[in-house]
């Protein structure tokens, strides 16, 4: 059986883009590394822009075994 845990990561303010850009996917690295060091395996990400595509966002799920 595994625990799952969701999170949201938000994106720097987009201008001209609503693509992830290579200093969102650094903080995305930051943080899946980190949650792997806690035990946590990625299970799904998406990024997620908003109806302004201003703003955006990854939404991420780990698991681990309980």
């Known amino acids: 059986m595994y625990l ?3 999170e949201i990561l938000q994106v ?4 001209i883009s609503n693509k992830a850009s290579e200093e969102d996917l650094m ?21 997620m822009a908003t109806s ?9 799920t780990f698991r681990k075994e309980k």
């Open 4 to 6: 799952y845990k969701s």
């Open 12 to 15: 720097s303010t987009k201008w």
């Open 27 to 47: 903080v995305l690295d930051k943080l899946l590394n980190q949650r792997a060091q806690e035990g946590w395996e990625l299970v799904t990400y998406d990024y």
């Open 52 to 60: 302004t595509q201003i703003k955006g966002a990854f939404v991420i």
